[in-house]
């Protein structure tokens, strides 16, 4: 038995099977960041930090004698944890083989989740001492105008920066998901003005719900890491006669190595 205590719950391998299914699922949809930055992981559940290779000087821990002392600088996992509940009459249902199971609790959580790795990515978690992407870049923002149809400029307009810093591509454009359905609902001279920013770049235009505005980012590697510990799991809480509880979990933490490998896009108002 290990910290998830799936043994303890009331849930068939059937019933695990479709949580499973539709958390991946949900989470395959959602998740940005993963896609535009370095993965590394998952380490297991018993990792607990990044060493930084690197130390700072501290006093020594003996008064007058000739002792120097360093300590070393490491980055902390975070553990994220959101709990949800089935109830015992849906899992019998898909142990009876339905077809169509009330799985929107699973969803609703594996939502949050993936929105709250993807903001601290992008944003920043200072309670975990993360640095986001537009945090660390943040004096390189390009405004993207008023109106929808300035979005492949800007888009341009960073690329430039990005290439002036010495940023080589891929390249790729990360994008609200409003902004994202906007676009590609939007036309410039019979196509949608998302198709004209696609034409810019060698990489894709992600979709991240959460991201405010938008982000256009070196694919070269080795600009930002995410380090993955325990990579999503779901594990078991406790249950009654009607409900059981479980919980979506994973740990950790993310570093910028060059700041300048990423321009956000900074969204004002749009007509």
């Known amino acids: 038995m290990n910290h998830l205590f799936r043994e303890r719950a009331p849930i068939t391998p059937a019933g695990w099977a479709e949580i499973e299914k539709e958390a991946k ?5 959602l998740l ?32 007058g004698k000739d002792v120097q ?12 944890r959101v709990p949800f509940e089935m109830t015992r009459a849906e899992l019998d249902a898909i142990d009876r083989g339905a077809r169509d199971p009330d799985l929107d609790a699973v969803t609703a959580a594996a939502r949050q989740i993936a929105i709250a790795e993807d903001r601290a990515i992008f944003h920043g978690y200072d309670a975990a001492h993360i640095t986001g992407i537009c945090q660390a870049s943040g004096t390189a923002t390009v405004p993207l105008g008023t109106s929808h149809n300035d979005y492949p400029g800007a888009v341009a307009a960073a690329l430039t920066r990005l290439r002036d810093d010495g940023v080589e591509g891929p390249f790729a454009v990360v994008l609200n998901e409003q902004l994202y359905k906007d676009l590609a609902a939007r036309t410039d001279g019979g196509y949608p003005i998302l198709t004209h920013v696609k034409r810019l770049v060698e990489g894709d235009i992600v979709p991240a719900p959460g991201l405010d505005g938008g982000l256009v980012i ?9 380090t993955v510990g325990q990579d999503f799991s779901i594990g078991y809480l406790e249950h009654t006669t ?20 990423a321009v956000p896009l900074s969204a004002g108002g749009k007509k």
Do not use: H
């Open 25 to 29: 699922r949900t989470l395959r949809a």
């Open 218 to 226: 070196s694919l070269r590697g080795g600009d930002f890491e995410l």
């Open 242 to 261: 009607e409900l059981v509880r479980l919980y979506i979990e994973e740990s950790f933490t993310f570093l910028v190595l060059t700041e300048q490998a």
């Open 69 to 80: 002392a360093r300590l070393r600088r490491i980055q902390p996992l975070v553990e994220l």
């Open 32 to 63: 940005a960041a993963r896609r535009v930055v370095d993965f590394r992981g998952p380490l297991g559940w018993q990792a607990s930090d990044v060493e930084l290779g690197r130390a700072d000087p501290i006093a020594s821990p003996v008064n």
